[in-house]
């Protein structure tokens, strides 16, 4: 699960915006936006610009922490098929 992509769709729904034109209006091109949120992109511009669109610096930082954690578990996951090949 990215929680990013959570906090990011709940905040356009609270202000009454599609994920399409919060896009438009953070300057960020649309699927860009959808990659972030579903976890198939990575960009720390499209973050920065909804963070302070919204004016939630914290926003940057939780992004971060998601894509450590992301690198950590696709690592693990590697290494897991890996192991399987040579058994």
Do not use: C, M, Q
């Not at 438009?24 to 699927?31: N, S, T």
């Amino acid at each position: 699960a990215n929680p990013i992509g959570e906090i990011i769709k709940e905040l356009a729904r609270e202000h009454g915006l599609t994920v399409w034109e919060l896009a438009k209006r953070v300057g960020v091109y649309p699927p860009t936006l959808y990659g972030v949120i579903y976890g198939t992109k990575v960009s720390r511009p499209a973050v920065l610009r909804v963070a302070e669109y919204f004016h939630r610096p914290d926003l940057l930082f939780e992004y971060e922490k998601y894509l450590r954690t992301r690198k950590v578990e696709s690592k693990v996951s590697s290494a897991t098929k890996k192991n399987k090949k040579e058994v």
